[in-house]
């Protein structure tokens, strides 16, 4: 395991969980991540998954009301969310949390040199800083965008970032995060416990490129100064060094993949920061990697079904979270007409209009461009081939629904029934919370259709 982020001790604990000897290898060197992130209800599940929701939800990380968020074309909204909040982390701490559930479940933890090429017999010797090595027969690189292959790199989205210090006698920060988009920019701002406050700018790297620190301080107060939701974080508020940080979307190709070799998190996908689900999808990806890995170890005639899975998850990730992003840069491109919204808005690929909800005696049949077929898939800790729904809409492959197979639930479609002789169908056999929660879903992503 190299890298002991979000991905990497996801990947590292679910291993040890499973009963692997597992050895991460961390670089020495202090990571440059922000002090504080977000992270949304949806990590909620992905922590339940690795057993750590009472350990984390225990350490005292702020549980902040939902944000302030002002888009271009809609109104500030207070936030009032229904069902738990999510954290406002110190990423160190929290991954120093994460590190440590990984070493009580028996991960060694070492510092790491470089990942060299594998050996002839088919395995991997990683060296260690200070010497010695490390012979694994599987290797999962989640380092970060460090872990990704070197090339040719475009840099497009850059991020200037520094902390907010309120002065003697100024009120207490308010607790809520904030995100407002501006003319040629958006920006987000994080109270952290010592008051202080960390505000982003994300903007197009070419405006960032060789300026020195006092360019960058006055590029960002002045990117500031018309976020009228911000202001507050930054009035009587003085401002610390800005740092300058890479923060634009990629997703690594899957040519020619290494047998034995899995990317993890940020090192197969940077998503867009607009998309809030950077460590939740790395923690699910480094998850899911690791079954990947228990798959080709125990059952090594399905190491290649093991490793196709797993480029199969990293795009649909990608895409989803690009998906995501793209939907709220058209909003602001629709109103402001400036190259940083258009340039990575999908304009021209307008989404359909939301079909209008079926009356209960029309029939319901599956939408003509959905269909199935045999796909590798993660169930319980093993990666196998189970029937899958694909369809253009869809980020990837739906094998299941409600925890249930996907097929199972299309069974009811034969001869295009009544909704409500479909509904009540469903009801008998899955009960009554798996069919709310299901139709809607089937219905709203284009699955399925009213027929005549």
Request: proline share 9%.
């Amino acid at each position: 395991m190299l890298g002991g982020g979000p991905a990497g001790a996801a990947a590292a604990l679910r291993l040890a969980q499973l009963g692997h000897r597992v050895c991460l290898v961390e670089r020495g060197a202090p990571r440059l991540t922000p002090a504080a992130v977000s992270l949304p209800p949806s990590v909620l599940p992905v922590l339940d998954l690795l057993g750590l929701r009472s350990r984390v939800e225990s350490a005292g990380f702020l549980r902040p009301p939902p944000a302030l968020v002002r888009w271009h074309g809609a109104a500030a909204v207070d936030g009032v969310a229904a069902g738990p909040a999510g954290f406002q982390v110190d990423r160190a701490r929290f991954d120093r949390l994460f590190l440590q559930a990984a070493q009580d479940a028996g991960v060694q933890v070492l510092q790491a040199a470089a990942l060299p090429p594998r050996d002839q017999a088919g395995r991997w010797c990683v060296p260690l800083a200070g010497g010695g090595h490390v012979d694994a027969g599987f290797v999962i690189d989640a380092r970060g965008r460090h872990g990704q292959p070197q090339g040719p790199v475009t840099v497009a989205l850059m991020a200037l970032m520094a902390h907010w210090q309120p002065r003697l006698g100024s009120a207490e920060p308010d607790p809520r995060s904030r995100v407002q988009a501006g003319a040629s920019c958006w920006a987000w701002a994080a109270p952290l416990a010592n008051r202080s406050t960390l505000v982003a700018v994300f903007l197009d790297a070419h405006r960032v490129a060789g300026l020195p620190q006092a360019a960058r301080q006055a590029l960002h107060g002045e990117l500031l100064a018309p976020l009228d939701l911000l202001a507050p974080c930054v009035q009587g508020a003085d401002c610390g060094p800005v740092q300058v940080c890479d923060a634009t979307p990629r997703s690594v190709s899957d040519a020619a993949p290494q047998p034995g070799l899995l990317l993890a998190g940020e090192a197969a996908f940077s998503l867009d920061p607009l998309s809030s689900q950077g460590v939740p999808a790395a923690l699910r990806h480094g998850w899911q990697a690791a079954a990947c890995v228990h798959t080709a170890a125990h059952r090594p005639g399905q190491a290649t079904l093991a490793w196709q899975f797993h480029r199969q998850q990293s795009r649909a990730v990608a895409l989803r979270h690009q998906r995501l992003s793209t939907r709220l840069y058209d909003a602001a491109a629709h109103h402001v007409d400036h190259i940083f919204w258009l340039s990575r808005a999908g304009l021209d690929t307008p989404p359909s209009p939301a079909a209008e909800w079926p009356g209960l005696d029309d029939s319901i049949a599956l939408d003509g461009r959905a269909h199935c077929s045999e796909m590798p898939v993660l169930e319980g800790e093993w990666i196998v081939m189970r029937q899958a729904i694909e369809h253009p809409l869809l980020d990837g492959p739906i094998a299941f629904l409600a925890g249930q197979p996907a097929t199972d639930w299309l069974c009811a479609l034969q001869g295009a029934p009544r909704l409500r002789d479909l509904l009540d169908a469903w009801h008998t056999r899955f009960g009554a919370a798996r069919t709310q929660a299901v139709w809607p879903l089937l219905w709203q992503q284009g699955l399925l259709k009213a027929g005549a």
